[in-house]
């Protein structure tokens, strides 16, 4: 079958391809005049970008906090291990018995939520 | 303003040049976004998840690419994502709804339906992607590779037997009007 030169960039195309890629490129055009866009205006999208820079914002500084608290965690585990302070680990279990229903709490209202 | 100055200023952390730039691409984009999935209701939906990815990341692009393209890579990305979470069944019975509205648009211009469409619909999204990229915007298989994140080859093969499987589809789709 003979071959043309389809693209000047480089592949070949049979004369096949070549009229299946034209009968794409003309269906596909149609898909513009039948779904035409309306483009919002300036404030819409300052609105948005400002409203994603926030949440991005407040992501990282949730995401910092959590960092942060996890770190003083181990510290403290590590310091309570290395001096023997017995009594850091039944702090640790009280702050646990306070924070854990409030968690799984927290974790419910999401799941009921979704 | 040109790109270069509005894509600097966006980086720099310039809300009116990010939305400028947003709103210069956003009929490129959506009308991307629409032949790839063939569904304007996901069109919509994933132009809003793209322009939120590109301010989360503008501070990553590099400017090697233009932008329009780092556009069609992040929204590439997400639509592939989102397909690979849906279920087959339900990922065929959206896309027929969405060719059956546009045929109903169709026939309110008094237009022609055309099956290269529907043959196009019919095709995985993995090798409509770089037909449309290449065959509508005229992309290399080099710049199409680095959008979808697979090598030049493969995007000639998904192309070349792609074009063969529409090739076969709108015989199958003829056969069955005679």
Redesign the interface.
């Given at each position: 079958m003979k071959e043309k030169r389809f693209?000047h960039?480089?592949?070949t195309l049979t004369d096949?391809?070549e009229l299946?890629?034209k009968?794409?490129?003309?269906?596909?055009e149609?898909?513009?005049?039948?779904?035409p866009?309306s483009?919002?205006n300036?404030q819409w999208?300052?609105q948005?970008?400002?409203m994603?820079?926030k949440r991005?914002r407040k992501k990282q500084w949730k995401d910092l906090l959590t960092f942060v608290s996890f770190a003083v965690f181990m510290l403290v585990i590590l310091l309570a291990i290395v001096y023997r302070q017995p009594i850091v680990f039944l702090y640790i279990q009280l702050v646990g018995i306070i924070v854990l229903p409030f968690a799984f709490d927290q974790k419910r209202k999401k799941v009921s939520s979704e | 303003m040109d790109e270069k100055e509005l894509i600097l200023k966006a980086k720099k952390g310039d809300s009116l040049a990010l939305s400028t730039l947003l709103q210069q691409n956003y009929s490129f984009l959506i009308k991307f976004l629409m032949k790839i999935t063939l569904h304007p209701q996901i069109a919509e939906d994933l132009t809003q998840e793209t322009m939120l990815k590109c301010i989360e990341k503008i501070h990553l692009y590099n400017g090697q690419s233009k932008f329009s393209s780092w556009l069609i890579t992040i929204a590439s990305n997400l639509y592939i994502d989102q397909q690979r979470k849906k279920k087959r069944e339900n990922k065929w019975k959206e896309q027929e709804q969405a060719l059956r509205k546009m045929k109903w648009e169709a026939a309110k211009m008094n237009d022609e339906w055309s099956d290269v469409i529907d043959a196009l619909a019919q095709i995985n999204e993995e090798i409509r992607m770089p037909i449309v990229l290449k065959h509508y915007y005229g992309y290399s298989y080099e710049e199409i590779g680095q959008m979808m994140g697979i090598a030049a080859g493969t995007v000639k093969s998904r192309v070349s037997n792609g074009l063969k499987n529409l090739r076969k589809e709108m015989a199958k789709h003829e056969g069955e009007t005679i």
């Open positions: 693209n960039r480089e592949v096949e391809e299946m890629a009968q794409v490129k003309e269906g596909l149609k898909i513009d005049q039948w779904n866009v483009i919002p300036i999208f300052q948005q970008v400002e994603e820079k991005i | -």
